[in-house]
């Protein structure tokens, strides 16, 4: 039921199926249907949904239907395709946008055509609703026991308009007199877009190649005006026989090198199936992010001879190349470490794809100055991907190993400090959770050995003494320092 | 061999879960699990906070440990400081300390600065211990750098003798060796001694996941997310005192320093005690004596004709032990208020443990009559128990505001308060927290929060998640239960108590910290009225009650229109016909006994005196009906089984209620007679009922008592009953006392229902919103007792209802009034009041003369109120559409100066012919806007269309056992806690109104139609229990649909939206 809440529809129905509102993506479907619709005729317009009023797309089929073997044709073949696309659809003919509007919504069939000059009778025994009238008028009509479009015919305009204002007579008069109202058609959304066409169908590599880094010089100018940068770039080819074909690249970093862009192109449009020939090519930007402008660089930082002698990785300068990596391995094989809020030392850093802003990602990722967490020890120089078990001889219940054995050599310690105990992370769906989580608490020391070598060690688990639960910590090594 | 003693220890730190989102364990659990590990000490510290303080000393004084009351001050400017006032006067500073922090901010905030700590509002922080803290991320080095210098600044600040400290705790980051010595050092060189803590969070470390959800639920995040802003290790819990001598074996001195600061404070809140106001006694009178004055001559008030033997001897024998136990300043307090309402024509009735008594019945405080109902005084103030009066006062609703701000202009702000509310996690609240904690979608946390709605009990878990479409066996979805479970009961955050206030002798805020309350202009203390139960702090509850304000306009309805004066106290008594009326459950609109339960339960139980009726008002309850006790009372009451008691004793205790317990009184007295609970032990366990979804121990006290029962050689099964019983109490308690004070208003409204049926509902549709039913239900069942009601109407209806006379007979018309109409303002309707004048002539009239807007002349219009004028409905409308938006200025009236359109419109425009209106359109149009219908019940319309149908009337003359097809308007659906899932649902026809009772089953098979009919088909067999008829439903189904064809007229589509929304029914109350 419309405007009813979401909790009270589950009270009824348990196990309701909920989706949550998309209007921007009705529009986009609504707009993409009144697209589709061209086939019937050129001028067509989506009209989004108002209520309980289906959304509908209008369609000016003025001297098309004899294409479809007349109006009834016309409407049965609209239908039939609108419905095998998945939609529910109803579609109505007048002679006028009003009638057309309420029979198609409030008439009784699924196709509804009035016949030229009978439009007061059809519309007679519909609901003022038919009328596209607000809510608020229809409301005040129904009160007054006004609720047929016939109700309304005989009704002095004058007392009419003083109440209702005068929507009501102007919608009526839309309704049955043709010619009031006009269908403004679907117009293209304005993207940033290069288009080039070939007297004669171009047909080899190099003159495609060619081609594509002029549009891509025109476009990256463009973009260098407006102070953006491409996030990604389709490239259209359409062939002489009515097919297209198409490359897509995406960048890490906004971008409008054209020459960088266009070496990303080159991976792939050598597999490009270009049919018999290609009379049209366009470049556009489906994906944009703004761009300060910057410096042209004197020299193309490919150039052999310069080299770029700086160590500090300059993200400009790793980009190009990530970019290339990426878009030859795909986005998941190329990462880099991120590092990590968790307090179990092995999984304070990750890999993120190389790609992924930084920034973007979630506040586990984010990173804080290592050498300041709150409440931490210090960490070695080397850390185990694993610890490595070790045999250790240590005073119950916490104190720090006097000897331990690691891959056969005895290590007699000197100094320790210690414990910094650690506890599992419990909300990992790995870990039991009924188990005897000080089973699994971590206390980590840092020790020196007689040698001056120095470790990082852990006893797993606490001990619980005599009457505990029976485990029995275990010793292990984590990490060297240097 | 020699065991060494375990050496005495006392944790100082201890942060409770009144520190919201921060503490993890309840006060009561810190306490206890204090005691078992054997320190000799505990201390309560929450941040800038007292909330908790009173369950942990109530916790202590049970358990026999040592509290120390104390907070842990977190400043602006500073390091935070531990602070335990040592006596009641350095106690006082500290509350007013607090409060000045909190009322600098909003509610739950708290700024103070190291200048006000040791600042004169806090007499410089003598005799107050102070434990500075360490703060815990600082490294050894940031210590000596930073911390150092502020510990420096707090040595400086204090002033000579105050007793400061320094706080050491290990925090297992690698470095507490050199952490400790670092802090050894400081303070050695500042002269602060160290002192061993472990900064508790949680009285077991098993409460560690539950700290991560919580400190996520205050971060809003999720665990996985939630990263460093989780405490690494699970250290921070109580430890026995070896375990903390181990940890500090360096340091012994810091642990037997924990002991030296305990034994440095020795206040208690036990020192709080009945600082009773003592404003309402005159100079040369003490409170006792002035008590006994003014209960004689309210006494002689009452009794006119000389006070019976009877009632003197109970108000000798009351005044006695008042005086004994100091209480005559309480009474006056209370005498004070209600004699300011009876002054302001303001009505009033007190009720709880101490209203019901003579004294308070001479002095106006209760309308009960002692001589009607034997009322052991000493079973609510005794002497024994220790324990303070209880007196609550229900005023009239709509005039409870009076009575608050005469008390705060009595009293000052600065010594009356409003009592705080602890809100606590419930299970839905845990749950979508807990789920959001553990980073849960949306809709699966949606699902799991709407399948505990179903009160979960634990064993239907299981199907219950299945049933939502998840997986019982998840792990994760497991996780969340539990620790719902435990998070459930956890204080959230405090709010205001609707009516509770606290008075004082001194200032309030010498007493209890005082905060902002989330309303503007309104502050709060930081204890609940339990806290100030067991500390004997003197409290009030200034209740709003609508059936005192329906009362009230009732006795003023009959007094203007019959010429009888009435009051509470004055109703005629034990009037059977009042009786033969309520037996019936002819009980709609009646105080307390209107539900469909208690409907059902009045032929049962048959009330003929004034004390059925307070078992009436006690036995639908979820005590007795979970303790099984309302078939046994039934059976003996109407003589089919022997009323039998399980021992002498008992018999003393259960003889008024034939042996069967229906009071929490009774049940209190069992725990004392039957099962050896000492008065005080019997307290802890009724506090623990109130409260035991909050602390575990429910099942220490079920053991001793079926244990002490069953030893006495009571009958064990009994006992169980008894138990549970006690059980349903701690949900919702209803004592006995309160009951008596309810059960004169059933009869008071009871009696006026049965004489003056036309005030009666006239007054209840006055006092809107209020009880179980609609006004439908009222004006319908008003006609059924045979009162004419009139539609609204502009020429006739004031805002309220009126009665108005019959040209013939001595008997008055219901006019309804026009605030039935939906969407109609009561400005709007004073101002068409007040330009009456006699009558209006047309819309224009009433348009021009009271100036209403357009938008309510057509609610006017919408509701057919200009039949006076001769309009109906389409043509009222039709008229007042024309009008213009501003109305006109007066001036221009009184020149005669017409404006231009309204004239035009109003006399020169064409006639407008509109479509007829059916009778079925009418009736519709009447429930869009004032959700009933005079013309006609929409049944009647319907019946012709149903087939096969019996209407409610004929109920009363089907045979039990037989099936019948029903339909009717949904007025009602009910499902009780107390009837284990069973849905009651009354249904409304053009004859009469039937009960249908739905089974889960047959709910779950028709759960669609059971929440959202309007209009329901019922086939169902019929059952009779005495005049009670039920139909238990087989099948259902929805015509709300065919509300529709009423409307239909000949050929028209039907209106729009059909005005199904208007035939709503009241749900789930």
Redesign the interface.
């Given at each position: 039921m419309l405007g009813m809440a979401l909790a009270d529809a589950r009270a009824l129905v348990p196990d309701i199926d909920a989706t949550a509102a998309d209007p921007a993506g009705d529009a986009k479907t609504l707009a993409g249907l009144a697209a589709w619709c061209g086939q019937y005729t050129p001028w067509t317009s989506p009209e989004g949904a108002d209520g309980p009023v289906g959304a509908g797309v209008w369609l000016d089929v003025t001297g098309c239907a004899h294409l479809f073997g007349g109006e009834q044709g016309l409407l049965e073949d609209l239908v039939g395709r609108v419905e095998s696309l998945g939609f529910d659809a109803r579609a109505g003919i007048a002679d006028t946008p009003g009638a057309a509007w309420g029979i198609t919504r409030f008439g009784k069939g699924r196709i509804q055509i009035i016949a030229p000059r009978s439009t007061r009778d059809a519309l007679g025994d519909l609901p003022v609703a038919a009328l596209r009238l607000p809510t608020m008028i229809t409301d005040g009509l129904d009160g007054l026991g006004l609720r047929r479009v016939g109700d309304l015919y005989d009704l002095p305009r004058g007392p009419l308009a003083a109440r209702f204002g005068t929507r009501v007579a102007d919608r009526l008069d839309a309704a049955l007199n043709p010619g009031s109202e006009p269908v403004s058609p679907l117009v293209p959304v304005p993207e940033r877009r290069e288009q080039m066409a070939f007297a004669e169908p171009i047909g080899l590599l190099e003159d495609i190649e060619r081609g594509l880094e002029a549009l891509l010089v025109d476009l990256c100018m463009r973009m260098d005006r407006e102070s953006v940068g491409a996030r990604r770039v389709d490239f259209t080819l359409y062939r002489v026989d009515g097919g297209i074909a198409r490359a897509r690249i995406g960048t890490s970093r906004p971008t409008r090198d054209a020459h960088h862009l266009a070496r990303l192109f080159a991976e792939q449009i050598t597999d490009l199936d270009l049919g018999l020939g290609i009379e049209v090519m366009a470049v556009s930007v489906p994906s944009l992010e703004p761009l300060v402008p910057e410096q042209m660089a004197l020299a193309d930082r490919t150039q052999p001879g310069q080299r770029n002698n700086q160590s500090s990785p300059d993200p400009a300068s790793v980009a190009p190349l990530v970019d290339r990596l990426i878009n030859r391995l795909g986005s998941h094989s190329v990462v880099r470490l991120t590092q990590r809020q968790s307090h179990i030392p092995e999984h304070a850093a990750a890999e993120i794809p190389a790609a992924d802003d930084p920034v973007k990602s979630d506040t586990s990722t984010t990173t804080l100055p290592i050498a300041r967490v709150p409440g931490r020890g210090s960490r070695p120089l080397r850390l185990f991907p694993r610890p490595q078990s070790i045999q250790a001889v240590a005073p119950v219940p916490d104190g720090p190993p006097a000897l331990f054995r690691w891959r056969r050599v005895l290590h007699r310690i000197a100094r320790a400090e210690g414990p910094e105990r650690i506890a599992p992370e419990w909300w990992r769906t790995s870990l039991p959770w009924d188990a005897p989580w000080e089973a699994a608490t971590r206390d980590y020391y840092r020790v020196e050995d007689e040698e001056g070598r120095r470790f990082w060690v852990y006893r797993k688990g606490l001990y619980s003494g005599p009457d505990g639960d029976g485990h029995e910590p275990t010793w292990f090594i984590h990490g060297q320092f240097a | 061999m020699m065991i060494a003693p375990p050496p005495a220890y006392a944790e100082l730190q201890v942060t409770s879960n009144f520190s919201f989102l921060r503490g993890v364990s309840h006060a009561e659990e810190l306490v206890t699990q204090a005691k078992i590990l054997g320190h000799r000490a505990i201390a309560i510290t929450d941040h800038n906070s007292l909330a908790g303080v009173v369950r942990a000393h109530v916790e202590a004084k049970e358990v026999g440990i040592k509290l120390l009351v104390g907070v842990r001050l977190d400043l602006q400017d500073a390091p935070s400081m531990l602070c335990f006032p040592r006596d009641r006067r350095a106690y006082g500073r500290l509350c007013r300390l607090l409060t000045m922090g909190m009322l600098r901010g909003e509610k739950g905030d708290c700024f103070l600065w190291l200048d006000d700590v040791f600042g004169p509002e806090n007499g410089g922080g003598e005799n107050q211990v102070f434990i500075v803290v360490a703060p815990?991320?600082a490294t050894p080095q940031e210590l000596v750098d930073t911390f150092a210098p502020a510990l420096n600044g707090i040595r400086n600040k204090a002033v000579e003798d105050a007793l400061v400290f320094l706080a050491g705790h290990r925090?297992?980051?690698?470095?507490d060796?050199?952490r400790l010595a670092t802090l050894s050092d400081l303070a050695t060189a500042h002269g602060v001694p160290l002192v061993a803590t472990n900064d508790i969070h949680a009285h077991e470390?098993g409460r560690?996941?539950l700290q991560?959800v919580l400190w996520c639920i205050r971060e809003h995040?999720a665990?996985?997310?939630?990263?460093?802003?989780?405490?690494?290790?699970?250290?921070r819990h109580l430890k026995a005192p070896t375990e903390m001598a181990r940890l500090f074996a360096e340091y012994p001195d810091a642990i037997a320093r924990t002991m030296e600061v305990a034994d440095l404070v020795t206040f208690s809140l036990d020192e709080l005690r009945y600082e009773y106001p003592e404003d309402v006694v005159p100079p040369g009178e003490t409170p006792q004596s002035e008590l006994q004055r003014l209960t004689w001559l309210g006494a002689k008030d009452r009794y006119p004709d000389g006070v019976p033997d009877k009632v003197r001897g109970l108000v000798e024998h009351e005044l006695e032990l008042i005086s004994a136990l100091q209480y005559a300043s309480y009474f006056l307090t209370v005498y004070d208020i209600v004699r300011f309402a009876r002054d302001r024509d303001i009505l009033c009735q007190g009720r709880g443990s101490a209203a019901n008594s003579a004294v308070c019945y001479c002095l106006g405080i209760t309308a009960v009559d002692p001589d009607r109902i034997e009322l052991l005084f000493e079973r609510f103030v005794s002497a024994e128990r220790d324990e303070p009066p209880d007196i609550d006062v229900d005023f009239e609703h709509e005039r409870r505001e009076e009575v608050i701000q005469y008390i705060y202009d009595k009293y000052g702000r600065d010594r009356a308060g409003m009592t705080a509310t602890v809100i606590s996690y419930r299970t839905r609240s845990a749950v979508r927290e807990v789920s959001k904690a553990?980073g849960l979608s949306q809709?699966v946390a949606?699902a799991l929060v709407?399948m505990v709605?179903r009160s979960l009990k634990d064993e239907h878990t299981d199907a219950y998640i299945r049933?939502?479409?998840l997986d019982p066996a998840d792990?994760?979805l497991?996780?969340v239960l539990?620790m719902s479970r435990e998070l459930r009961g956890f204080p959230r955050h405090l709010s205001q108590h609707v009516g509770g206030f606290v008075l004082t002798r001194g200032p309030l805020s010498e007493v209890v910290p005082i905060s902002n309350a989330a309303m503007e202009d309104r502050t709060v203390i930081e204890w609940d009225k339990d806290d100030l139960d067991a500390l004997g702090i003197l409290k009030v509850d200034v209740l709003g009650l609508g059936m005192l304000t329906c009362i009230r306009k009732g006795f003023d309805l009959i007094s203007d229109h019959y010429g009888q004066s009435f009051d509470l106290a004055k109703v005629p008594a034990e009037d059977p016909g009042v009786y033969d009326m309520l037996c019936k459950g002819d009980s709609l609109g009646v105080f307390q006994v209107e539900s469909r339960a208690q409907m059902t339960m009045l032929p049962r139980l048959k009330p003929r005196t004034f004390y059925d009726l307070v078992i009436e008002v006690a036995i639908v309850r979820p005590g007795p009906i979970q303790g099984d006790m309302v078939h046994p009372y039934l059976r003996r009451r109407n003589g089919e089984e022997e009323a039998v008691y399980p021992s002498k004793e008992l018999e003393e205790v259960l003889g008024k209620t034939l042996g069967v317990p229906l009071f929490q009184e009774q049940a209190m007295r069992i725990a004392i007679v039957g099962a050896g609970f000492t008065p005080s032990e019997a307290d802890g366990l009724r506090r623990s009922m109130a409260t035991f979804k909050r602390t575990g121990k429910i099942h220490t006290f079920r053991d001793k008592f079926i244990n002490g029962m069953a030893a006495r050689g009571y009958d064990r099964k009994f006992a169980e009953r008894c138990f549970k019983q006690i059980e349903g109490f701690g949900e919702y308690g209803f004592p006995e006392s309160h009951a008596a004070s309810f059960s004169l208003l059933v009869y008071v409204s009871a009696w006026m229902k049965c004489y003056f049926p036309a005030v009666f509902a006239c007054a209840l549709l006055n006092s809107q919103p209020m009880g179980f039913y609609a006004p439908a239900q009222i004006v319908r069942d008003a006609q059924d007792h045979g009162v004419k009601v009139w539609p609204a109407d502009i020429n006739h209806s004031d805002w309220d209802c009126t009665l108005e006379p019959l040209h013939d007979q001595a008997a008055v018309a219901l006019r309804l009034g026009l605030r039935q109409i939906k969407g109609m303002r009561e400005d709007a309707a004073n101002a068409l009041m007040r330009e009456r004048d006699g009558s209006y002539r047309d819309p224009y009239d009433l348009w021009r003369r009271a100036a209403l807007r357009p938008g309510q002349l057509e609610v006017l219009a919408?509701a057919d109120a200009f039949a006076s004028v001769g309009l109906a409905?389409?043509e009222a409308?039709?008229a007042v559409?024309?009008l213009g938006d501003s109305p006109l200025p007066l001036f221009a009236a009184s020149n005669h100066v017409a404006p231009a359109?309204a004239e035009v419109?109003e006399f020169y425009?064409?006639t407008?012919s509109?479509?007829?209106?059916s009778l079925g359109?009418e009736v519709i149009?009447d429930y869009l806007s004032l959700r009933m219908s005079l013309k006609q019940h929409p049944l009647a319309l319907l019946r012709p269309h149903l087939g096969q149908t019996n209407p409610a009337m004929q109920l009363n003359e089907t045979a039990t056992g037989s099936m019948i097809n029903l339909v009717g308007l949904v007025t009602c659906r009910q499902r009780p806690g107390t009837a284990s899932g069973v849905i009651f649902i009354t249904l409304e026809d053009e004859t009469g109104v039937a009960n249908i009772i739905v089974w889960p089953k047959v709910f779950e098979h028709y759960?669609?139609v059971v929440?959202?009919a309007r209009l329901l088909g019922v086939r169902g067999e019929v059952q009779r229990e005495g005049l009670v008829i039920h139909v238990i439903a087989k099948r259902m189904v929805d015509l709300t649909p065919r509300l529709a064809a009423i409307a239909q007229?000949d050929n028209?589509?039907?209106?729009?939206?059909v005005g199904v929304s208007s035939f709503r029914s009241r749900d789930f109350h």
């Amino acid at each position: 039921m419309l405007g009813m809440a979401l909790a009270d529809a589950r009270a009824l129905v348990p196990d309701i199926d909920a989706t949550a509102a998309d209007p921007a993506g009705d529009a986009k479907t609504l707009a993409g249907l009144a697209a589709w619709c061209g086939q019937y005729t050129p001028w067509t317009s989506p009209e989004g949904a108002d209520g309980p009023v289906g959304a509908g797309v209008w369609l000016d089929v003025t001297g098309c239907a004899h294409l479809f073997g007349g109006e009834q044709g016309l409407l049965e073949d609209l239908v039939g395709r609108v419905e095998s696309l998945g939609f529910d659809a109803r579609a109505g003919i007048a002679d006028t946008p009003g009638a057309a509007w309420g029979i198609t919504r409030f008439g009784k069939g699924r196709i509804q055509i009035i016949a030229p000059r009978s439009t007061r009778d059809a519309l007679g025994d519909l609901p003022v609703a038919a009328l596209r009238l607000p809510t608020m008028i229809t409301d005040g009509l129904d009160g007054l026991g006004l609720r047929r479009v016939g109700d309304l015919y005989d009704l002095p305009r004058g007392p009419l308009a003083a109440r209702f204002g005068t929507r009501v007579a102007d919608r009526l008069d839309a309704a049955l007199n043709p010619g009031s109202e006009p269908v403004s058609p679907l117009v293209p959304v304005p993207e940033r877009r290069e288009q080039m066409a070939f007297a004669e169908p171009i047909g080899l590599l190099e003159d495609i190649e060619r081609g594509l880094e002029a549009l891509l010089v025109d476009l990256c100018m463009r973009m260098d005006r407006e102070s953006v940068g491409a996030r990604r770039v389709d490239f259209t080819l359409y062939r002489v026989d009515g097919g297209i074909a198409r490359a897509r690249i995406g960048t890490s970093r906004p971008t409008r090198d054209a020459h960088h862009l266009a070496r990303l192109f080159a991976e792939q449009i050598t597999d490009l199936d270009l049919g018999l020939g290609i009379e049209v090519m366009a470049v556009s930007v489906p994906s944009l992010e703004p761009l300060v402008p910057e410096q042209m660089a004197l020299a193309d930082r490919t150039q052999p001879g310069q080299r770029n002698n700086q160590s500090s990785p300059d993200p400009a300068s790793v980009a190009p190349l990530v970019d290339r990596l990426i878009n030859r391995l795909g986005s998941h094989s190329v990462v880099r470490l991120t590092q990590r809020q968790s307090h179990i030392p092995e999984h304070a850093a990750a890999e993120i794809p190389a790609a992924d802003d930084p920034v973007k990602s979630d506040t586990s990722t984010t990173t804080l100055p290592i050498a300041r967490v709150p409440g931490r020890g210090s960490r070695p120089l080397r850390l185990f991907p694993r610890p490595q078990s070790i045999q250790a001889v240590a005073p119950v219940p916490d104190g720090p190993p006097a000897l331990f054995r690691w891959r056969r050599v005895l290590h007699r310690i000197a100094r320790a400090e210690g414990p910094e105990r650690i506890a599992p992370e419990w909300w990992r769906t790995s870990l039991p959770w009924d188990a005897p989580w000080e089973a699994a608490t971590r206390d980590y020391y840092r020790v020196e050995d007689e040698e001056g070598r120095r470790f990082w060690v852990y006893r797993k688990g606490l001990y619980s003494g005599p009457d505990g639960d029976g485990h029995e910590p275990t010793w292990f090594i984590h990490g060297q320092f240097a | 061999m020699m065991i060494a003693p375990p050496p005495a220890y006392a944790e100082l730190q201890v942060t409770s879960n009144f520190s919201f989102l921060r503490g993890v364990s309840h006060a009561e659990e810190l306490v206890t699990q204090a005691k078992i590990l054997g320190h000799r000490a505990i201390a309560i510290t929450d941040h800038n906070s007292l909330a908790g303080v009173v369950r942990a000393h109530v916790e202590a004084k049970e358990v026999g440990i040592k509290l120390l009351v104390g907070v842990r001050l977190d400043l602006q400017d500073a390091p935070s400081m531990l602070c335990f006032p040592r006596d009641r006067r350095a106690y006082g500073r500290l509350c007013r300390l607090l409060t000045m922090g909190m009322l600098r901010g909003e509610k739950g905030d708290c700024f103070l600065w190291l200048d006000d700590v040791f600042g004169p509002e806090n007499g410089g922080g003598e005799n107050q211990v102070f434990i500075v803290v360490a703060p815990e991320d600082a490294t050894p080095q940031e210590l000596v750098d930073t911390f150092a210098p502020a510990l420096n600044g707090i040595r400086n600040k204090a002033v000579e003798d105050a007793l400061v400290f320094l706080a050491g705790h290990r925090v297992y980051r690698g470095d507490d060796e050199r952490r400790l010595a670092t802090l050894s050092d400081l303070a050695t060189a500042h002269g602060v001694p160290l002192v061993a803590t472990n900064d508790i969070h949680a009285h077991e470390p098993g409460r560690k996941p539950l700290q991560d959800v919580l400190w996520c639920i205050r971060e809003h995040c999720a665990v996985a997310q939630a990263g460093f802003r989780l405490g690494v290790n699970a250290e921070r819990h109580l430890k026995a005192p070896t375990e903390m001598a181990r940890l500090f074996a360096e340091y012994p001195d810091a642990i037997a320093r924990t002991m030296e600061v305990a034994d440095l404070v020795t206040f208690s809140l036990d020192e709080l005690r009945y600082e009773y106001p003592e404003d309402v006694v005159p100079p040369g009178e003490t409170p006792q004596s002035e008590l006994q004055r003014l209960t004689w001559l309210g006494a002689k008030d009452r009794y006119p004709d000389g006070v019976p033997d009877k009632v003197r001897g109970l108000v000798e024998h009351e005044l006695e032990l008042i005086s004994a136990l100091q209480y005559a300043s309480y009474f006056l307090t209370v005498y004070d208020i209600v004699r300011f309402a009876r002054d302001r024509d303001i009505l009033c009735q007190g009720r709880g443990s101490a209203a019901n008594s003579a004294v308070c019945y001479c002095l106006g405080i209760t309308a009960v009559d002692p001589d009607r109902i034997e009322l052991l005084f000493e079973r609510f103030v005794s002497a024994e128990r220790d324990e303070p009066p209880d007196i609550d006062v229900d005023f009239e609703h709509e005039r409870r505001e009076e009575v608050i701000q005469y008390i705060y202009d009595k009293y000052g702000r600065d010594r009356a308060g409003m009592t705080a509310t602890v809100i606590s996690y419930r299970t839905r609240s845990a749950v979508r927290e807990v789920s959001k904690a553990l980073g849960l979608s949306q809709d699966v946390a949606g699902a799991l929060v709407g399948m505990v709605w179903r009160s979960l009990k634990d064993e239907h878990t299981d199907a219950y998640i299945r049933e939502a479409g998840l997986d019982p066996a998840d792990p994760r979805l497991r996780q969340v239960l539990d620790m719902s479970r435990e998070l459930r009961g956890f204080p959230r955050h405090l709010s205001q108590h609707v009516g509770g206030f606290v008075l004082t002798r001194g200032p309030l805020s010498e007493v209890v910290p005082i905060s902002n309350a989330a309303m503007e202009d309104r502050t709060v203390i930081e204890w609940d009225k339990d806290d100030l139960d067991a500390l004997g702090i003197l409290k009030v509850d200034v209740l709003g009650l609508g059936m005192l304000t329906c009362i009230r306009k009732g006795f003023d309805l009959i007094s203007d229109h019959y010429g009888q004066s009435f009051d509470l106290a004055k109703v005629p008594a034990e009037d059977p016909g009042v009786y033969d009326m309520l037996c019936k459950g002819d009980s709609l609109g009646v105080f307390q006994v209107e539900s469909r339960a208690q409907m059902t339960m009045l032929p049962r139980l048959k009330p003929r005196t004034f004390y059925d009726l307070v078992i009436e008002v006690a036995i639908v309850r979820p005590g007795p009906i979970q303790g099984d006790m309302v078939h046994p009372y039934l059976r003996r009451r109407n003589g089919e089984e022997e009323a039998v008691y399980p021992s002498k004793e008992l018999e003393e205790v259960l003889g008024k209620t034939l042996g069967v317990p229906l009071f929490q009184e009774q049940a209190m007295r069992i725990a004392i007679v039957g099962a050896g609970f000492t008065p005080s032990e019997a307290d802890g366990l009724r506090r623990s009922m109130a409260t035991f979804k909050r602390t575990g121990k429910i099942h220490t006290f079920r053991d001793k008592f079926i244990n002490g029962m069953a030893a006495r050689g009571y009958d064990r099964k009994f006992a169980e009953r008894c138990f549970k019983q006690i059980e349903g109490f701690g949900e919702y308690g209803f004592p006995e006392s309160h009951a008596a004070s309810f059960s004169l208003l059933v009869y008071v409204s009871a009696w006026m229902k049965c004489y003056f049926p036309a005030v009666f509902a006239c007054a209840l549709l006055n006092s809107q919103p209020m009880g179980f039913y609609a006004p439908a239900q009222i004006v319908r069942d008003a006609q059924d007792h045979g009162v004419k009601v009139w539609p609204a109407d502009i020429n006739h209806s004031d805002w309220d209802c009126t009665l108005e006379p019959l040209h013939d007979q001595a008997a008055v018309a219901l006019r309804l009034g026009l605030r039935q109409i939906k969407g109609m303002r009561e400005d709007a309707a004073n101002a068409l009041m007040r330009e009456r004048d006699g009558s209006y002539r047309d819309p224009y009239d009433l348009w021009r003369r009271a100036a209403l807007r357009p938008g309510q002349l057509e609610v006017l219009a919408q509701a057919d109120a200009f039949a006076s004028v001769g309009l109906a409905r389409r043509e009222a409308l039709w008229a007042v559409r024309a009008l213009g938006d501003s109305p006109l200025p007066l001036f221009a009236a009184s020149n005669h100066v017409a404006p231009a359109n309204a004239e035009v419109s109003e006399f020169y425009e064409p006639t407008v012919s509109l479509p007829h209106a059916s009778l079925g359109e009418e009736v519709i149009a009447d429930y869009l806007s004032l959700r009933m219908s005079l013309k006609q019940h929409p049944l009647a319309l319907l019946r012709p269309h149903l087939g096969q149908t019996n209407p409610a009337m004929q109920l009363n003359e089907t045979a039990t056992g037989s099936m019948i097809n029903l339909v009717g308007l949904v007025t009602c659906r009910q499902r009780p806690g107390t009837a284990s899932g069973v849905i009651f649902i009354t249904l409304e026809d053009e004859t009469g109104v039937a009960n249908i009772i739905v089974w889960p089953k047959v709910f779950e098979h028709y759960r669609k139609v059971v929440l959202s009919a309007r209009l329901l088909g019922v086939r169902g067999e019929v059952q009779r229990e005495g005049l009670v008829i039920h139909v238990i439903a087989k099948r259902m189904v929805d015509l709300t649909p065919r509300l529709a064809a009423i409307a239909q007229p000949d050929n028209a589509p039907p209106p729009r939206a059909v005005g199904v929304s208007s035939f709503r029914s009241r749900d789930f109350h």
